[in-house]
C-alpha cells in the first residue's frame, strides 16, 4: 500500500517546481472572479475524454481557472498549414494552453499540427521530465530524466526539395539565435531546479558546423552560469549510458537539436514508465506557453472509457506550476500518482489494469 510519509513527500517532488526568468508566465487571473483563463485546445480522438477528466479534477480541486474552448483545426492557405485566427488571438491574450493529443489529416498536404503550434506561437524549447513513477514497477527503477530540447529548426525546418528524381535534399538548418535562446533557457531551468550540471548532446564528429555551433554557443553561454557545470556528450554515447545506467544523468539536464530531441525524449519516457501515457510535456516561448500530452490520439479507442488521462493531468501540473499555483498542483499530483500506485484495480488498461477512464478520475478526486 501506499502510505507512508516519506513516499508522499517523494511524490510531491515528481514534477520540478524552479521556473527560469526565460518564459516566465505573466499573465494575470480576471479581477472580477480571481481566476485564470486558460484555453483548452480538447484534441482528436480520446482527446475529449482525457480533457473531461482533467476539468472534473480541476473543478474537485478548486483550481482557480476557468477553461475556454480553443479549435485549432487546420487551415491550408496558399500551400502552408495555419490554424484559425481566433485560436490565434485567444491564445495570445492569455499566455497559456493545455492541449490533448492532436491528429493531422492524413493525404491533404497538411504539415504536423503540433509542428504548427511550434512555429505560430515561437515555442522555442520543450521540456520533458521522465521520471519512475513511486510503487509502479517498469523496467528500470529510480529514472529521474530531465531533457530540453530546441523546438523550431534542425531537421524540422521543412526545408526540402528534388535535386533531381530519385534525388531528395532535406536541409538541416542551425542557427545561431535559435540555439542561444535553447541553451540560456537550459542553463536558467537547470539552475532554476538545482541541478549542477548542463549536458549537450550532439553529433559535431559528423555535422561539424551545425551541430558543432551548437556545442559553440553552450560554451561561450557556460560563463555567465559558473555555478552550472557544463558537459558535452555525443549522441551515440548518450543513447548507449541512458539505456544501460540512466541513474548517470539523474542530477543533470541535457539540451540537444530539435531531431536528437524528438528521439531521446520519448525513450526516456520508455525508461522511466514504459509509456507516453504517463509522460507530461511542456512547450516554451517568449511569451506563450503550451502544456500537452505527447501521446496519440488512439483512435481505435476513443469513446470507449479507455484511455489513460495521466500524461494530460501531469502536464496540467506542470502548467500549473509554471503559472504559480504550486499549492494546486501538488494537490493534484500526489492524487494521481497515489492513485497509479494504489493498485491495478485504479490503473488503467495501458498499465496493465482494469479501470476506467472514469473511474480513475473519481479515485483520484478521492485522494485530492
Known amino acids: 500500500m501506499f502510505n507512508s ?15 527560469p526568468s526565460i518564459g516566465r508566465f505573466t499573465g494575470k487571473p480576471d479581477p472580477a472572479t480571481g481566476k485564470f483563463t486558460v484555453p483548452f485546445i480538447e484534441g482528436d480522438g480520446v482527446g475529449p475524454e482525457i480533457s473531461e477528466s482533467v476539468k472534473k479534477i480541476f473543478s474537485a480541486a478548486k483550481v482557480p481557472i476557468e477553461w475556454v474552448p480553443c479549435d485549432v483545426g487546420p487551415i491550408f492557405v496558399n500551400g502552408q498549414t495555419t490554424i484559425p485566427e481566433p485560436a490565434v488571438e485567444l491564445i495570445n491574450k492569455h499566455l497559456i494552453a493545455l492541449k490533448g493529443p492532436l491528429a493531422t489529416p492524413i493525404g491533404k498536404g497538411h504539415r504536423s499540427l503540433n509542428l504548427t503550434l511550434r512555429k505560430t506561437f515561437n515555442l522555442f524549447a520543450n521540456v520533458r521530465p521522465a521520471r519512475s513513477i513511486p510503487n509502479y514497477k517498469s523496467t528500470y527503477e529510480n529514472v529521474d530524466l530531465v531533457l530540453i530540447r530546441e523546438n523550431t529548426e534542425g531537421e524540422y525546418s521543412g526545408i526540402e526539395h528534388v535535386i533531381t528524381p530519385g534525388v531528395i535534399q532535406s536541409i538541416k538548418l542551425i542557427t545561431r539565435e535559435a540555439t542561444e535562446r535553447v541553451v540560456r533557457y537550459a542553463f536558467e531551468y537547470t539552475q532554476a531546479i538545482g541541478r549542477p550540471r548542463l549536458l549537450v548532446i550532439h553529433k559535431s564528429t559528423i555535422q561539424r558546423m551545425a551541430d558543432g555551433l551548437f556545442v559553440k554557443v553552450a560554451e561561450e553561454l557556460a560563463s555567465e552560469y559558473p555555478d552550472i557545470k557544463l558537459e558535452t556528450e555525443i549522441i551515440d554515447k548518450s543513447i548507449l549510458n541512458v539505456v544501460s545506467k540512466p541513474e548517470l544523468y539523474s542530477d543533470a539536464v541535457s539540451v540537444c537539436p530539435n531531431l536528437y530531441g524528438d528521439i531521446l525524449s520519448d525513450l526516456n519516457s520508455g525508461l522511466s514508465a514504459g509509456s507516453l501515457g504517463l509522460t507530461p510535456s511542456a512547450n516554451i516561448g517568449d511569451k506563450v506557453s503550451i502544456f500537452e500530452a505527447v501521446h496519440g490520439s488512439a483512435p481505435d479507442i476513443a469513446g470507449q472509457n479507455k484511455a489513460n488521462p495521466t500524461a494530460l493531468l501531469l502536464s496540467s501540473v506542470m502548467m500549473l506550476k ?21 493498485g491495478s484495480e485504479n490503473r488503467t488498461a495501458d498499465l496493465s489494469g482494469t479501470a476506467s477512464t472514469s473511474s480513475f478520475t473519481e479515485e483520484v478526486i478521492q485522494r485530492l
Open 322 to 342: 509554471h503559472m504559480g499555483l504550486d499549492e494546486h498542483a501538488n494537490k493534484i499530483e500526489n492524487a494521481v500518482l497515489t492513485t497509479i500506485a494504489s
Open 5 to 19: 510519509r516519506l513516499q508522499l513527500r517523494t511524490v510531491s517532488r515528481f514534477l520540478s517546481t524552479g521556473q
